[in-house]
């Protein structure tokens, strides 16, 4: 049986969250309580999602699907794969010589 990443701690523990999609991983919240912001810390640095970006819009006329979604993807636990609702709230350098990439923060 495969082992599915917790969702962010603000989705789960949110009154009135709940599972969308399972298979995907998507949790669904009340729309009016989006949370002000998600984020995520690594290397000493916190990196904010902000609820704009973290709301991925209504899926019912009270209900909300968050951005981030908790799923095994084989690439081994405390991992996490952060896409666009991330890369909108930071400025990224990509180095492919050194096979890294950096973030800094918006202004």
């Known amino acids: 049986m495969a082992r599915r990443a917790r969702s962010p701690r603000s989705t789960r523990t949110s009154p009135g969250s709940k599972v969308y999609d399972s298979n995907a991983g998507f949790y669904s919240f009340p729309c009016a309580s989006t949370p002000a912001n998600v984020a995520f810390s690594w290397g000493g640095k916190t990196w904010t999602i ?7 819009g209504k899926v019912t006329a009270t209900q909300c699907v968050g951005a981030i979604a908790g799923q095994d993807l084989g690439l081994g636990s405390n991992t996490w794969l952060l ?20 973030f800094a923060t918006l202004k």
């Open 50 to 56: 902000s609820a704009a970006n973290f709301n991925f």
């Open 83 to 102: 896409g666009d609702s991330f890369m909108k709230n930071v400025y990224s350098a990509f180095s492919f010589d050194s096979n890294s990439v950096g």
